[in-house]
Each structure stands twice: as structure tokens, then as C-alpha cells.
């Protein structure tokens, strides 16, 4: 299952299961995020066992990501074909493991009344 939340520069990892759409069959998952500014993809890591697939993202990867909620979709493809099997809300949140990046936790009310 997808996360909800996940950050920027760090690992991504975790399972999801396509129940129609095996890698025995030759199907691979895409992901695609966007929002109103930014937009990225990648992919499952190629070790899928059946209709189980794995992610698996390096602080590398995801450090090119911009921070902020985005709607996901995720597609089941082979050569020809490309199926829509979910969709949902993913908050990218900023890394700040370097401590040089400035980050304003205001609320957004907070901000508006500031």
C-alpha cells in the first residue's frame, strides 16, 4: 500500500499488490505525481513477485522531488497497454537533513493572519 507522506532525500520503500495485473504477464508499475507547479513519475524496482510489487527509491531519486501534496496515479504497463489501477493523495515533505534548508512550519490560517 501506498504511503500517505514521504520525504524529500530520503528512501522510499514499500510494497502494493495489483491483483490483475501480474509481473509473470509482463507488467511493470508506473507512477505519476502531480500538482499545480510540479510533476514527477517513476517506476516499481523490477523485483515483483506475482502481483506484489516493490518500490524502492534512493535518497538520490527522491531528493530531486519538490515538497508539496500531490495526486498520484499508477498505472499498470507492458508493451501496448496502460491501466489506471489507483489513484490517491501523496504529501511530499521537505528534507531538511542538512540543516541548511529553511523550512516555515506556519499553518497556513497562521500564515494568512501573519
Not at 40 to 68: C, H, K, M, R
Request: glycine share 8%.
Amino acid at each position: 500500500m501506498e504511503p500517505v507522506q514521504v520525504f524529500a532525500g530520503s528512501s522510499w520503500k514499500w510494497e502494493t499488490t495489483v491483483a490483475d495485473y501480474s509481473a509473470a504477464d509482463g507488467y511493470s508499475l508506473k507512477y505519476i505525481c502531480t500538482n499545480a507547479t510540479h510533476a514527477f513519475d517513476f517506476t516499481d524496482d523490477g523485483s515483483a513477485t506475482g502481483t506484489t510489487y516493490t518500490v524502492d527509491l534512493s535518497p538520490t531519486t527522491t531528493a530531486g522531488f519538490t515538497a508539496g501534496e500531490y495526486t498520484f496515479q499508477l498505472f499498470a504497463e507492458k508493451t501496448g497497454e496502460s491501466h489506471r489501477v489507483a489513484t490517491g493523495p501523496l504529501e511530499v515533505l521537505a528534507d531538511i537533513s542538512d540543516g541548511s534548508t529553511p523550512l516555515d512550519t506556519r499553518s497556513h490560517v497562521k500564515k494568512t493572519l501573519d
